[in-house]
């Protein structure tokens, strides 16, 4: 029961690390500081779909799912979680391009607003001297 929970639990922190992958930049607008956490994560992120790499949480999942009598799955996190809501006919290494570039997109498009703020609130704010 532990090791299935423990699974569980690697489902959870992979699904909230896939979100903050796509959303993260939004937060790091109200929180600047985030960004710092967010860009490498972004980056790992995209690097994973454009490469087709795994994620070690991927098999540290199914290893827990093993280990708790239950059984490993073939395919990555994303096509065996995800895919059934997104792409029902499964996960193509076009998909996962289509994933990363979008992914990359809204990433862009984010910092740059970022950016743009930061630029701005200097220009509104010069530092004193």
């Given amino acids: 029961m532990a090791w299935r929970c423990l699974a569980e639990l690697v489902v ?3 699904a909230a690390f896939v979100a903050f992958v796509v959303v993260g930049g939004l937060l790091a607008l109200r929180w600047r500081r985030l960004a710092w956490l967010h860009l ?8 994973v779909e454009f490469t087709g790499w795994v994620c070690p949480l991927t098999p540290l999942e ?8 239950g059984e490993g799955y073939e395919g990555g996190f994303i096509s065996h979680h995800l895919t059934s ?4 006919a499964g996960l193509t290494r076009e998909s996962q391009w289509l994933l990363g570039a979008l992914a990359l997109a809204i990433n862009l498009a984010v910092y740059a607003l970022f ?3 930061g630029h701005r609130r200097r220009r509104d704010h010069p530092p004193a001297g």
């Fill in 40 to 47: 490498p994560v972004a980056a790992w992120g995209v690097l």
């Fill in 115 to 117: 950016l743009a703020r």
């Fill in 85 to 88: 809501l997104l792409y029902p």
């Fill in 62 to 69: 199914k290893w827990l799912r093993v280990r708790g009598g």
């Fill in 12 to 14: 959870l922190v992979h």
